[in-house]
């Protein structure tokens, strides 16, 4: 393994929207410099989006009589179809004609958890992955750090395009942030109950912006302190992609960045749903703040 190189930082004003992390105030009842903070991931404290599981309490008492992870990921589907209005085909289920409700054969689509998954896959630089982005604003209390450009002034051009595009009408629709907000509820159940043993997991990142002289534009993981020649703590976005696999993360960027991240972090992950969006690069979706990193080439 090779010694991660220096980050220079001299002449680099600290952006205001790194430095500040977040809103005073979150959905999770946990301070959110603490949530941010590379402290909270090793202590691996548990998280709750207050009020999602008690408006739902139906969901978690079907999903507590499931046996297996697979029977629990069609009545979790089946509960936000019903819930939500989604069609079948959102959840990615094929229906043969005349098989729709009532014979209808419109279709009519509504915002979706799915949809908006399956967007991040794409481009997590999106309409989409700015939505989810603001999602993880609202519940977890952490700003963006990137969207397309770095956010560094809440004043800035780039800031000013994340918002309007995090506030896309086209997404808005049928309590998305509510839909979203089961999703990671969900993901925190089946973690829980399928892998009680363990609290975190280790996952994998692939970047190229991890240089000794940096594109001040394109510097998305800013180093904040470096423990050793190759362990660091990077702030990541509010809302990051991870691999389960460290050969797919290189796929991806000459370095890879390795990291313990907590059960608590974890938004969804490949095997989550039977529609499985994220499972072709075995890909997790997390909180992001301050991680203590372990960096290498590739």
Request: hydrophobic share 40%.
């Amino acid at each position: 393994m090779t010694a991660v190189p220096t980050l220079v930082r001299a002449g680099k004003t600290e952006p205001d929207i790194v430095s500040r992390k977040g809103h005073s105030t979150n959905l999770v009842g946990v301070p959110t410099g603490l949530l941010a903070s590379d402290a909270f991931n090793r202590a691996r404290l548990p998280l709750r989006i207050a009020g999602a599981r008690e408006s739902n309490s139906g969901l978690f008492k079907m999903l507590d009589r499931v046996g297996s992870a697979g029977d629990a990921a069609e009545t979790f589907a089946a509960y936000m179809e019903v819930v939500f209005g989604l069609h079948p085909e959102q959840r990615g289920l094929e229906l043969r004609d005349g098989a729709r409700r009532g014979g209808d054969s419109r279709r009519r689509y509504r915002s979706s958890y799915i949809r908006l998954i399956r967007g991040w896959a794409h481009d997590s630089n999106g309409p989409e992955g700015a939505v989810l982005k603001g999602w993880a604003e609202s519940r977890f209390g952490l700003f963006p750090t990137y969207h397309k450009a770095p956010l560094r002034r809440f004043s800035s051009p780039a800031w000013m395009r994340y918002v309007e595009e995090k506030m896309c009408s086209r997404f808005h629709g049928n309590a998305i942030f509510g839909q979203l907000d089961l999703v990671y509820e969900f993901a925190q159940w089946s973690l829980a109950r399928f892998q009680p043993e363990a609290r975190c997991r280790r996952l994998y990142r692939g970047v190229n912006d991890f240089d000794e002289h940096p594109i001040v534009d394109f510097d998305e993981h800013p180093i904040v302190e470096r423990l050793d020649p190759r362990t660091v703590i990077v702030t990541l976005n509010n809302l990051v992609s991870f691999s389960g696999e460290r050969d797919i993360a290189g796929c991806f960027g000459s370095y890879i960045l390795e990291a313990d991240v907590p059960f608590s972090k974890i938004v969804f992950f490949n095997g989550l749903l039977s529609a499985a969006p994220l499972a072709g690069e075995s890909e997790y979706l997390a909180i992001g703040g301050d991680y203590r990193v372990r960096a290498s080439y590739y």
